[in-house]
């Protein structure tokens, strides 16, 4: 269950109003990387996890629950920097000719004229809307592919989802001189930066986490490099030398068309670079089917069902157990070379 606490988690203040900066920061509240997209991104995560991973379902529920109290922050502000657009508004009648000479025509036309998104003077009246900064309304299109019900797949687009919603207030910051609402902005961008480092950690504590889901890669192609753009050709750790994750050496396809050709269609084309073998690889689908099937299944009866569980002391400390620290090198300590 919620219970809301009438008082913001961070203490949003606005020296003047700003309708345009409203518009802007609509981004935040209702565009494809705002704060309503993160809430239910890992609200939304947050379900299949509960009874297997009671760690992550902790995780995801409080940094949900944080977003929709960052959401409440940026709604807020954008009341805020809307402050005297309903009121004014409400005066429709405008029978005050003194009003309509003094403000009332040129100030209303000066406002359709100077960026002011559209839903704010004629539809929600100067209050935020689940819309973008260009007007577009919110979509769970924007996160509907962030829940697979897979924690090695849904904590990788929580990682991204954080890093754009970092830049997203990086850029915003740029377009407003207010101190009040730098400061606010600056702590909002800060939480995604820890937001970030939390799901990678929760990431590295699974292991392996590599490749995502259960099966393994195919050894003939993991580690193929092919040089399909011409000209200015560039060798880097991305087509050279050990890969991050599974540790094969890259082999590195100077001549697409030829090597195509020659291999029919690749279906000749043969493991190299790499010591893992079709065998083992089976091996360990079937290990890693039979480890994350029974994560899930041993730990979701199917009678009886119960969303109230309190865990036993027994159960956390066993959870807990299941969690390694989080290493400084993570790219290589999250590959399964070793495993396989
Ligand atoms: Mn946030
Ligand atoms: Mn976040």
């Known amino acids: 269950m919620f219970y809301h606490v009438k008082d913001?988690?961070?203490?949003?203040?606005?020296?003047?109003?700003?309708?345009?900066?409203?518009?802007?920061?609509?981004?935040?509240?209702?565009?494809?990387?705002?704060?309503?997209?993160?809430?239910?991104?890992?609200?939304?995560?947050?379900?299949?996890?509960k009874n297997p991973y009671p760690d992550k379902y902790d995780l995801l529920m409080d940094i949900a629950?944080?977003?929709?109290?960052?959401l409440e922050i940026v709604g807020a502000t954008i009341q805020m920097l809307l402050t005297g657009i309903n009121g004014d508004l409400k005066n429709a009648a405008e029978n005050s000719e003194i009003m309509q000479l003094l403000k009332g025509k040129a100030a209303k036309e000066e406002m359709i004229h100077r960026g002011i998104n559209g839903e704010f003077l004629v539809a929600s009246a100067g209050?935020?809307?689940?819309?973008?900064?260009?007007?577009a309304a919110w979509t769970a299109s924007y996160i509907n592919g962030d829940v697979q019900g897979d924690l090695t797949s849904d904590l990788r687009s929580d990682i991204a989802a954080e890093t754009r919603a970092k830049m997203v207030y990086e850029y915003l910051l740029q377009f407003t001189d207010d101190p009040s609402v730098k400061e606010t902005l600056r702590f909002l961008m800060t939480r995604e930066v820890a937001h970030f480092q939390m799901f990678q950690a929760a990431l590295e504590s699974i292991e392996p986490n590599f490749p995502p889901g259960i099966l393994q890669s195919d050894p003939r192609y993991s580690n193929l490099y092919f040089n399909l753009s011409n000209g200015n050709d560039f060798r880097g750790p991305w087509n050279e030398g050990p890969s991050t994750q599974l540790g094969e050496t890259y082999q590195y396809i100077d001549d697409p068309i030829k090597h195509?050709?020659?291999?029919?269609?690749?279906?000749?084309?043969?493991?190299?670079?790499?010591?893992?073998?079709?065998?083992?690889?089976?091996?360990?689908?079937?290990?890693?089917?039979?480890i994350r099937s029974a994560q899930v299944n041993n730990t979701s009866p199917m009678q009886d069902m119960s969303w109230n569980k309190p865990l036993t002391q027994e159960e956390i400390d066993n959870t807990n157990g299941k969690s390694k620290p989080f290493k400084s090198t993570p790219s290589k300590s999250n590959g399964n070379k070793k495993k396989t």
């Open 8 to 49: 913001l988690q961070f203490d949003a203040k606005v020296s003047r109003p700003d309708p345009r900066f409203a518009s802007l920061l609509l981004e935040q509240f209702g565009g494809a990387n705002g704060e309503l997209a993160a809430a239910l991104r890992y609200f939304g995560q947050s379900f299949a996890a």
């Open 65 to 70: 629950t944080e977003e929709f109290s960052h």
């Open 127 to 135: 209050a935020p809307a689940f819309i973008n900064a260009e007007g």
């Open 260 to 290: 195509v050709l020659e291999t029919n269609g690749l279906r000749n084309q043969e493991a190299q670079g790499t010591d893992r073998t079709e065998e083992a690889i089976q091996k360990l689908n079937k290990k890693m089917s039979d």
